[in-house]
């Protein structure tokens, strides 16, 4: 299943468009653009109960969130196939969608950014991952 047909960015999509295209299409990759310490502390989508593995690759780096100048190779070794529907994920929708236009420069033709992220919205406390995101729809995650 094909939802663009442009060979660009592909655009934003809403958690329940990205989980039914994970579930749907086997040439498809969620890709956890965050940095390895907020998956560690905050916990990272888990997708076994749909065969699938989290590809984490880090898009800007800790501690100064300079874009990390591995990031294009190591997604090409993960994921040759430039025709595989890759979904961008981070914490709030926002590097998910730098990297996912990106990776569409190169010549990836089906880039989403997943726009709630992983942890979505601040709510009126000034936290994240109850209000919207990946964990507050009880998409399956889990933390280390």
């Known amino acids: 299943m094909r939802w663009n047909v442009m060979g660009k ?3 934003d999509i809403a958690l329940s468009k990205a989980w039914d295209i994970l579930t749907n299409s086997p040439n498809s990759f969620l890709i956890d653009v965050r940095t390895i310490e907020e998956c560690i502390f905050v916990g990272a ?3 076994k ?3 699938k593995e989290t590809v984490h690759m880090p898009w800007r780096l800790f501690p100064n969130m300079e874009i990390n100048p591995h990031f294009i190779t190591g997604i090409t070794k993960i994921v040759p196939d430039i025709n595989s529907e890759l979904l961008f ?6 590097r ?4 996912a236009q990106n990776l569409a420069e190169h010549g990836y033709k089906y880039c989403y950014n997943i726009t709630e992220g992983f ?3 601040l709510n009126n406390k000034y936290q994240r991952g109850n209000l919207s995101g990946w964990k507050a729809a009880n998409l399956p995650w889990r933390q280390n």
């Open 45 to 47: 989508p888990w997708l």
């Open 96 to 99: 998910s969608g730098e990297a």
């Open 89 to 94: 994920i981070c914490r709030s929708g926002a």
């Open 9 to 11: 960015y592909s655009g």
């Open 49 to 51: 109960e749909i065969g």
């Open 119 to 121: 942890e979505g919205n």
